[in-house]
């Protein structure tokens, strides 16, 4: 695996400065852009050289919060997974958080090799999400909820609903390729089109939709 270009935005000095110094010691990744505000990360985005594969975002900040950085990079640099790390942390934020565009919240203090899966796997799969979280996420999805009645266009293919689910059970698109026979440009052309026809910007917002509409159980997903 190539290294993660990583990058902290945090209005605490000292959680900056021990968390880059912790992920500098990781071999696989490089903490590429540290910031205090999120109002200053937006503005030195733009001058990168190298933009951040994953973003580690503070979600309770002076000015620009974390909410305000999200809507930026889901309308200019979509392609950067972002991790809510918050203090203000509760599991019935989830899906809020989810739909907004993060590829994973999680709290502040969890033990660093735990945060060091978690980036990589946001990274490899494109979301995170805790067991705990998929429980919120089943309960508050009814069981019963009507199928919605969509176009003739935006109707899933069978083909895309495999995929669909596949990448809820956190499959890449080399592995789901794999599995299903095809080649890994064409699962990547799949879920550019599941991504059009649900109207969501990442992966987590996929499984969301998955969830939402009884394509796959949040239970299946806590017994994988």
Do not use: W
Not at 46 to 61: F, G, R, S, W
Not at 75 to 96: A, C, R, V, W
Not at 158 to 172: A, G, N, P, S, Y
Not at 174 to 201: D, M, P, S, Y
């Amino acid at each position: 695996m190539s290294k993660i270009n990583l990058a902290i935005v945090d209005d605490e000095a000292l959680i900056v400065s021990l968390l880059r110094d912790f992920f500098q010691e990781q071999n696989d990744i490089d903490v590429c852009f540290t910031a205090q505000s999120g109002e200053e990360f937006m503005v030195a985005i733009a001058t990168l050289e190298v933009l951040p594969d994953v973003l580690i975002l503070d979600l309770k900040m002076k000015e620009k919060s974390g909410i305000d950085v999200m809507e930026f990079l889901r309308e200019n640099y979509p392609s950067i997974n972002t991790i809510i790390m918050s203090s203000h942390y509760k599991q019935t934020f989830t899906g809020f958080m989810l739909k907004t565009g993060v590829s994973a919240f999680i709290p502040k203090g969890l033990v660093s090799q735990a945060l060091v899966n978690i980036v990589k796997e946001v990274y490899q799969k494109g979301f995170f999400l805790m067991p705990e979280q998929l429980s919120i996420l089943r309960d508050q999805v009814s069981s019963r909820a009507p199928v919605p009645a969509l176009k003739s266009e935006d109707i899933l293919s069978e083909r895309e609903v495999d995929i669909l689910r596949l990448i809820c059970f956190q499959k890449t698109a080399k592995e789901i390729g794999k599995i299903l026979f095809i080649a890994q440009r064409t699962v990547e052309g799949h879920k550019n089109n599941l991504f059009l026809k649900t109207e969501t910007k990442n992966v987590a917002g996929l499984v969301i939709y998955a969830i939402q509409n009884n394509i796959i159980s949040a239970d299946e997903i806590l017994l994988y």
